[in-house]
């Protein structure tokens, strides 16, 4: 299989361990009484995560297909049932609650319409110049998830997942005409919804032109993620030795742990990062251009695109680059349902590897 995508992911969870340790300690102590609660929490998750990864890469990646429209109708349940039925969280519906476990449907939905987009493209890959035979079962089933994800509110999330989508169909070649106004329609409708709420409308309008607010939620939390990037400079104050972390950054062992990290490790700690995401898009399109067949590479394609785009999307996001969103930085951020999947779409893409390599090389 593709060691350096396999040693990049592992090296990514095993640093996650001590990033969300170091990030959440303050906030673990005060709340629980317990410096190291979030920590067990997330050091139990990535070891499941490299199970769920390894497993995984064993499973050959063709089973998937059988099973990517149940996946995606048990997804759109789930997103029904967190929306109706589920309590709201800061104004968001978001998670579903089994007990002691939880999970965020969203993240499920994501890799589902992934799996599925990836079948129908290799299904009808010469149907793609007709809108309506090639184009409009992919555009179907993304509409749905999106609105869906978009309801709970979650538009950060629905954009970025509408963007695959639409990269996977110009990867698999349709028309720049249907392209094009599949995507000024999606704009429109992004910018509809956008103005439908204030705090959109402040994020953006703050982004866009900063605020005199210096304690509004969009400006303070970029404020002191920056300031934290400030601090780090360029070999970072040292592991465990971060001062935004403690009372400064809002929940800095989610969203905004990568400003812990550029504080921390400083701006080479940072860019390490980055490049390490770098070299996974990379390898993942070698896999996907090596891949058997057309369903392995919408796959390796697509899976390698998520990744890389929640990444700099986060990053962006805590550099200032882009407008305050709620994307984790994948492996990195705390949480339990994004690294899981997360870890079950690396191992699908380790797997179209292994099988990459037996179909050009019958001694493997």
């Not at 007709?130 to 749905?144: E, F």
């Not at 920056?226 to 001062?243: E, I, M, R, T």
């Not at 251009?289 to 700099?312: E, I, K, Q, W």
Request: glycine share 8%; hydrophobic share 55%.
């Amino acid at each position: 299989m593709d060691w350096a995508i396999f040693v990049a992911i592992v090296a990514l969870m095993l640093f996650s361990i001590s990033f969300v340790y170091s990030a959440s300690a303050s906030f673990a102590d005060l709340k629980f009484g317990s410096s190291e609660k979030l920590f067990i929490n997330h050091a139990i998750r990535v070891l499941i995560a490299f199970v769920v990864l390894i497993v995984f890469s064993r499973i050959d990646y063709h089973h998937i297909r059988e099973f990517t429209r149940p996946m995606m109708v048990l997804s759109i349940l789930c997103l029904i049932y967190v929306l109706v039925m589920e309590s709201r969280v800061k104004g968001a519906a978001r998670w579903i609650y089994l007990g002691a476990f939880s999970f965020q449907p969203s993240e499920l939905a994501k890799f589902a319409l992934l799996f599925h987009v990836s079948r129908i493209l290799a299904d009808y890959r010469d149907r793609l110049h007709d809108i309506k035979r090639g184009v409009m079962p992919v555009l179907a089933w993304a509409m749905v998830i999106c609105a869906l994800v978009a309801a709970q509110p979650n538009l950060s999330t629905s954009l970025v997942i509408f963007f695959l989508v639409f990269t996977l169909l110009f990867l698999a070649g349709a028309k720049f005409t249907h392209l094009s106004a599949i995507g000024f329609s999606a704009l429109v409708a992004a910018g509809v919804y956008a103005i439908g709420a204030e705090y959109r409308m402040q994020r953006l309008s703050t982004f866009l032109h900063g605020s005199d607010d210096a304690m509004s939620p969009a400006r303070y939390q970029l404020d002191q993620a920056l300031l934290a990037f400030g601090n780090g400079g360029l070999f970072g104050v040292g592991p465990g030795q971060s001062h935004q972390r403690d009372w400064f950054l809002p929940e800095p062992f989610g969203d905004f742990i990568y400003s812990i990290v550029g504080e921390e490790y400083g701006y080479i700690g940072a860019a390490l990062i980055i490049i390490v995401f770098a070299i996974i898009l990379w390898r993942g399109f070698v896999i996907a251009r090596r891949a058997p067949d057309d369903f392995g590479y919408y796959l390796a394609a697509g899976v390698s695109l998520t990744l890389a785009a929640y990444a700099f999307v986060n990053a962006g996001v805590t550099c200032g680059l882009l407008p305050t969103t709620g994307l984790p930085m994948p492996f990195i951020s705390y949480g339990g349902t994004s690294v899981i999947f997360s870890a079950m779409a690396v191992g699908i893409l380790l797997n179209i590897s292994r099988q990459s390599l037996r179909s050009t090389d019958p001694a493997a």
